[in-house]
């Protein structure tokens, strides 16, 4: 037989806006250093992307599409699920089939796989590789940090409920207070569902050929050295941010290419273009955070005070919460869009700071391009990337939400103005200029990222 030239990877990501990211980018990293990468994503999803006109934009190079089911191919989607766990019942059965079938397919098509690249969301996905017969890697899209929590709630190591009045010692982690861990361990009664979807991402990961997190060496540096005593396949691969925007060593990257949203790009980079160097507050909470009506009150309220330019992303179903009147009134200081691309407004010399949740994806993409960060963070692992953000690389500073959980209008405008123009904004920029060359050496040639990528390859393409 001959011998084929690329060794094939398959990826097959999460279908979830903050999961399709960083694997896409990974995916083009792949294909930019020789693999032969095919994505693989539910059909129901696909079917959007295609159908959804403005509502979602795709491009990406060479990279090849495929399909499984994940047993809701029709209208709707997943949403058609009773729970989550109905559907994470209904994709294991469903999507562990067809996956092997389509594994089976490229084979026979002369185009076989050699690895499967997994969100640990579906952990049922490494079986499948090991049973058809092919290398696995795990693809973590949280940090290493948020990583190891659950993996030490899943091995007994951590034990929930936590006592509220007791500060946690984890190995490879500064000290945390209980708020300061994912919202599934510290309120493990309120989020069920997702706990069990945590701690399950580990459930067989001992079986996995590599194990990889969007990260980067440098950025969270005592916890990987732990997690590498326990996991000596683990290698960090990030930041997965398009290269234009880190090394500059790809022309043709210059966006992640999926979008299962639709971009307005012109109104707000015309709006920046317009304004001074560093004078903007850029507030985005991400593709799934939900505000009360209240809490969207303080946040206007917050911006209106601060007396700065902002640009407000609300989502068109989240825009009936604004104060009546606020697009109007405040339109000589500020713009409020319903989408945007991150990455260029990020990268926009007039953006001075960035009022966020916390998202990893969010998080990873500031720290690369050095702009500091107003942490108010919701839920997830939001809380725990919050407390480094502020407290371990110090780059922003966390807004504090009152006894009634609400972060206060006051407390917004106080943090982004000490961040434009206060004493500790200063530091908080030659800090956050610090990680951003950091970031762009991690993934340049010879970079710790770089070179586990390399390593990886090497290691494939040898088997």
Same mark, same amino acid.
């Given at each position: ?7 094939? $990877? ?22 930019? /250093? ?36 994940? !047993? ?60 058809? !017969? ?9 940090? $290493? ?10 091995? !007994? ?55 990889? $997190? ?15 005593? /326990? ?43 317009? /304004?001074?160097?560093?004078? =903007? ?55 409020? =869009? ?17 009022? *966020? ?32 953000? *502020? ?23 106080? $943090? ?19 990680? /951003? ?5 991690? =993934? ?20």
């Amino acid at each position: 037989m001959e011998k084929r030239e690329k060794a094939h $990877c398959l990826v097959f990501f999460c279908p979830i806006q903050g999961h399709i990211n960083p694997m896409l980018q990974f995916s083009k990293r792949l294909e930019h /250093k020789g693999l032969k990468v095919t994505l693989i994503t539910t059909r129901s999803i696909h079917k959007a992307m295609h159908e959804g006109g403005e509502q979602s934009t795709i491009s990406f190079s060479s990279v090849a599409l495929e399909t499984i089911s994940d !047993g809701f191919d029709g209208e709707g989607g997943s949403a058609q699920a009773e729970s989550i766990q109905a559907y994470r019942d209904r994709v294991r059965e469903i999507g562990s089939q067809t996956l092997a079938e389509l594994i089976d397919k490229l084979s026979a098509s002369g185009h076989p796989a050699d690895c499967l690249v997994y969100d640990p969301v579906f952990p049922w996905a490494l079986d499948v590789a090991k049973t058809v !017969g092919i290398a696995a890697a795990a693809f973590f899209t949280v940090s $290493c940090a948020v990583t190891n929590i659950y993996s030490l709630v899943h091995n !007994g190591l951590l034990k929930l409920p936590l006592n509220p009045d007791s500060e946690i010692l984890l190995p490879g982690l500064p000290p945390l207070q209980p708020s300061d861990t994912p919202s599934f361990i510290y309120v493990p009664e309120s989020y069920p569902a997702f706990l069990k979807l945590s701690v399950d991402l580990f459930s067989n990961l001992d079986k996995a050929d590599w194990v990889f $997190c969007n990260t980067f060496y440098e950025l969270e540096q005592e916890v990987i050295e732990y997690w590498m005593t /326990k996991f000596w396949t683990l290698r960090t691969i990030g930041p997965t941010i398009p290269s234009m925007y880190l090394d500059k060593r790809h022309e043709d990257n210059k966006e992640y290419g999926l979008s299962l949203l639709k971009l307005n790009s012109d109104a707000c980079m015309k709006w920046l273009n317009a /304004k001074p160097k560093g004078s =903007v507050a850029y507030m985005s909470f991400g593709s799934m955070a939900e505000h009360g009506a209240e809490q969207m009150e303080e946040l206007g309220l917050g911006l209106r005070r601060s007396k700065r330019y902002f640009l407000w992303v609300v989502r068109a179903s989240e825009s009936v919460k604004l104060p009546k009147g606020f697009v109007e009134e405040t339109s000589e200081k500020g713009l409020v =869009v319903s989408w945007c691309p991150q990455l260029e407004v990020l990268a926009h010399e007039a953006v001075g700071c960035f009022v *966020t949740h916390c998202g990893w994806n969010s998080t990873l993409e500031a720290l690369s391009l050095g702009v500091p960060m107003v942490a108010v963070p919701q839920w997830a692992d939001q809380s725990t990337n919050a407390k480094f953000i *502020t407290d371990v690389w110090k780059i922003g500073l966390k807004a504090q939400a009152d006894e009634k959980g609400i972060v206060r209008g006051e407390e917004i405008a106080h $943090c982004v103005r000490e961040i434009l123009d206060g004493e500790r904004g200063k530091e908080i920029r030659k800090n956050a200029s610090k990680w /951003k060359a950091l970031a762009k050496n991690a =993934v340049d040639e010879g970079g710790s990222s770089d070179k586990n990528i390399d390593e990886f390859i090497a290691e494939l393409v040898q088997r």
